[in-house]
């Protein structure tokens, strides 16, 4: 009875092994394999033991008894992170100003010398002219890592330029009277929408102010101001994430990863246009958010629409595709049902892990814990040292995106790591060992297929 528990728990454990060895061969992640193989051999042997040498029996009973331990301890459940269940109010410890997205790199950038609005920026951070007068110099998207690799560059640049036509069409008024539905059912309808538009993860929130912009960038008018007074904001969003090709993103800081996140702003542009025009056939306001037209900073108001939480490295963190992902959102007044922030054990994953923060190139992400920034708990990451880096690789990068584990391909089973991570009081501590013993420590760009290969 005892040889034939063994060898049923056995068959069992090779069988697993044989299986991670297949997905992570799909994957492209050569040492996971290697790793999954030796684990499979390794039973494969004891095995041998248990049927052919019963005499040894007590080495696999006391390494299934071990593994048996172990098991048990990964069943303790997690205790919920009562900070993340607030969304971003649980992180706010101070006076937290709205964001102005006249403070983003990539804006201040695009600020013209000897213009009014170069001077009122700069009259107020005059800290920041001379370092941002160099970056604006470099500022490029142009593959230079890639030797500008024609054919990729031009694909970055056919995806970038469609959002920019989509910002003067993305305030849709009521075009009728307001059609009578109930929230629920809006709610159904707009997310299956965007769902078939292309989102993967859709979520619902109310607009929270820490997410609205006081000033943007395009304008550099106050927004939500009217001959000076406050005007209320639509009250919903609803938020949508499209999916970064892992493919693509495992190939940064190379062109392919510039190239795709110009493909997900494209349509994420497209998306938050026809949702907002759906909401406006519907008899209510919609306003697309997307790169070529922000009221809002996305990633928080992701959050708030129970998407995900924030990660070390600066991105969402969705719990089924990781940071993989490209944001867009639509304003709305027409009543939905919201979603609330969820807790998926982002922020004790990223605790133990620190993966993001040891391959980024610029040194931009923080190894330490979260500290107060305008008032909000946080990881700050440099945006200036991160834009130097892309302005001297000509891409976007996205090591940090790639390389977490959260990102892996939304497959059955890194859906069940992930079950594991939200449930566990002990997977978080230990699976970021475990990620670098399976997908190794450095950052390392994989191959791409012919037609998007630059070498
Ligand atoms: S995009 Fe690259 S340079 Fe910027 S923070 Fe991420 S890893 Fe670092
Ligand atoms: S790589 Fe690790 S530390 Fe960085 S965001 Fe992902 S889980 Fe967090």
Redesign the pocket.
């Known amino acids: 009875m005892i040889g034939l528990t063994l060898t049923i728990l056995d068959l069992g454990m090779i069988l697993v092994m044989l299986y991670m060895a297949d997905e992570s061969n799909k994957e492209n992640e050569r040492q996971a394999v290697i790793v999954s193989l030796l684990g499979a051999s390794f039973h494969v042997t004891l095995m041998y033991v248990i049927i052919y040498l019963p005499g040894l029996r007590l080495i696999p009973i006391g390494y299934f008894s071990l593994l048996g331990v172990v098991g048990l301890l990964f069943l303790i459940p997690r205790k919920p992170n009562l900070l993340a269940l607030k969304g971003v109010r649980g992180y706010v410890i101070g006076d937290a100003p709205r964001p102005d997205e006249r403070d983003s790199v990539t804006r201040r950038y695009k600020l013209v010398t000897g213009t009014p609005e170069y001077h009122e920026y700069y009259g107020r951070h005059s800290e920041r002219e001379e370092v941002d007068r160099i970056h604006r110099k470099l500022n490029r998207i142009d593959g230079t890592i890639d030797g500008g690799y024609r054919p990729n560059v031009a694909m970055i640049d056919a995806s970038f330029s469609i959002p920019p036509h989509m910002k003067g069409i993305a305030f849709a008024e009521p075009k009728k009277e307001p059609y009578d539905i109930t929230p629920e059912k809006t709610t159904m309808i707009a997310k299956g929408l965007a769902k078939h538009l292309g989102a993967k993860v859709v979520g619902v929130c109310k607009v929270d102010s820490l997410c609205v912009y006081t000033n943007q960038r395009t304008s550099w008018e106050k927004i939500w101001t009217v001959d000076g007074k406050e005007q209320d904001y639509p009250p919903y969003a609803l938020v949508m994430a499209t999916e970064m090709s892992h493919t693509h993103v495992h190939a ?2 190379h062109t392919p990863t510039a190239a795709e996140t110009g493909n997900q702003y494209a349509n994420g542009s497209y998306i938050s246009t026809v949702m907002a025009y759906w909401f406006s056939g519907m008899g209510y306001t919609g306003i697309a958010e997307h790169t070529g037209h922000y009221d809002v900073v996305l990633p928080p108001l992701a959050v708030q629409a129970g998407m995900g939480e924030i990660g070390r ?2 991105y969402l963190i969705t719990p089924t595709l990781g940071s993989r992902v490209r944001l867009s959102a639509v304003l709305t007044d027409m009543p939905l049902v919201v979603d609330d922030p969820i807790d998926i054990a982002g922020e004790e994953f990223c605790d133990n892990c620190m993966k ?1 923060a040891y ?7 923080p190894t330490s814990e979260k500290t107060e920034y305008n008032g909000t708990l946080k990881w700050k ?2 945006a200036e ?3 130097a ?2 302005n001297q690789v000509g891409t ?6 790639a ?1 977490c584990p959260y990102s892996k391909p939304d497959t059955p089973l890194h859906g069940v790591i992930r079950w594991i991570v939200n449930h566990s009081w002990l997977a978080p501590k230990v699976f970021p060992a475990m990620d670098d013993l399976l997908y190794g420590k450095d950052w390392k760009v994989k191959p791409v297929p012919e037609w998007l290969d630059w070498k």
């Open positions: 940064g800081p490295n600066g993001c391959t980024c190139p610029s040194d931009s992400i990451v440099e040292t991160c834009s880096y892309w976007d990068c996205a090591i940090c995106m390389i």
